[in-house]
């Protein structure tokens, strides 16, 4: 069990250009969640997939963001036409399958727009 | 809808002293609770979790919340802080069925003085 990774670690982009992140969950989970972490704030949450099926998406992903998890294993985020209030940590965490499993978090990807 | 509130974005204790970190939570069905510590640059890791079975909780690191439902509570406590302590501390709570996807309070940093 090597953990949730994510990459890149740090991202620093220019306004309106596309970023994309990638998540690798723990190998046996089929809950995959991304979140988001301002300054201050607790991460909010983004969207759900079980295995590769996004089943739940915040009213805080707008049309610009869009997430896959392509055969049920790593998962991308995808940000396009990135803006200054896209700065912030993006983290995804895994979980098995059952009811009262705790999320297992990645290191996230620090995002800075400028 | 589910909400978390913390109580307190800063609290300071000194070394050897008891720690008690608040979390208060709406729910219109029992959820399960959860309290997460964030050292910096890292992610979140499990402290503890409440999946309705004994109300005390007993976490790492010598933690533990009690689950009070009259209350809506599950306040944090640990009866002798440690410099190691000092961190960001998140609750957490999710519902029973469906995503599971977690609902966080907006933190409280905890410094140890020495």
């Known amino acids: 069990d090597t953990g949730v990774s994510q990459d890149p670690r740090h991202k620093i982009t220019k306004r309106g250009q596309n970023v994309t992140f990638r998540c690798d969950p723990i190998?046996?989970?089929?809950?995959l969640y991304w979140y988001r972490q301002t300054l201050g704030q607790g991460p909010e949450f983004l969207t759900y997939?079980?295995?590769?099926?996004?089943?739940?998406k915040s009213r805080l992903l707008s049309d610009r963001f869009s997430a896959e998890r392509p055969k049920g294993s790593f998962s991308t985020l995808e940000i396009q036409r990135t803006e200054q209030g896209d700065s912030a940590m993006y983290l995804c965490a895994s979980s098995p399958s059952g009811s009262g499993n705790e999320q297992f978090f990645g290191p996230g990807t620090r995002l800075t727009v400028l | 809808a589910q909400s978390v509130t913390q109580l307190g974005s800063h609290v300071s204790v000194s070394e050897g002293a008891l720690v008690l970190l608040r979390c208060n939570y709406s729910s219109s069905v029992p959820p399960y609770l959860f309290w997460y510590v964030q050292y910096p640059n890292q992610g979140l890791q499990l402290l503890l979790k409440y999946t309705s079975a004994a109300t005390l909780v007993k976490g790492i690191n010598g933690f533990e919340a009690e689950f009070k439902k009259s209350e809506t509570s599950f306040h944090l406590t640990k009866p002798s802080a440690h410099m190691s302590d000092a961190a960001e501390y998140f609750c957490?709570?999710?519902?029973?069925?469906?995503?599971?996807?977690?609902?966080f309070g907006t933190g409280t940093r905890l410094k140890v003085l020495a």
């Open positions: 957490a709570v999710s519902s029973t069925s469906g995503t599971y996807k977690y609902i």
């Open positions: 997939f079980q295995n590769e099926a996004q089943l739940e």
């Open positions: 190998s046996e989970h089929n809950r």
